[in-house]
């Protein structure tokens, strides 16, 4: 699972780095408590996140998680004394479907969730054949 918060930058903008990385802290916080012990989230850099689900039955288990994430995430943050409301889009890819290895799983992730951004953003997109690369 591939994550890109919505209107992150602007927070970075309007309220400093200080505010932003408070914010980045309690994204992660949130992502944890949607995922179970067997998962893995990281952040990989910027406003994007990674998330492995190793025991998921079909696409449909990893797009619940992605749901219940992006429901986490719509809730507003409360952060030194602001209220802060972001989104994210998130691209599903499951193995081995969508990727053989973990570097075309991550790419087929990653496009998906451009679809997603692409789609009016703050939703999840698996990632289906066909889907091409798209620059954002």
């Known amino acids: ?3 890109d918060l919505d209107k992150f930058k602007p927070v970075n903008d309007t309220y400093g780095h200080g ?3 408070l914010l980045l802290k309690d994204v992660a916080l949130r992502i944890q408590d ?3 012990d067997s998962d893995t989230a990281a952040r990989i850099g910027g406003d994007e996140f990674v998330i492995l ?6 696409e449909q288990d990893a797009s619940k998680v992605g749901e219940k994430i992006l429901h986490a995430l719509n809730r507003p943050f409360e952060l030194a004394g602001h209220t802060l409301k972001i989104g994210s889009s998130i691209g ?6 969508h990727g053989k290895d973990e570097k075309l ?3 087929s992730a990653d496009i998906a969730m451009y679809h997603a951004k692409k789609n009016g953003r703050n939703n999840v997109k698996i990632y289906q054949l066909g889907m091409q690369e798209i620059s954002q």
């Open 1 to 3: 699972m591939f994550i």
């Open 92 to 97: 599903v890819a499951v193995y081995p479907q």
């Open 105 to 107: 799983l991550v790419k």
């Open 19 to 21: 505010v932003g990385d």
């Open 53 to 58: 689900l190793p025991a998921i039955e079909t």
């Open 34 to 36: 949607c995922l179970r």
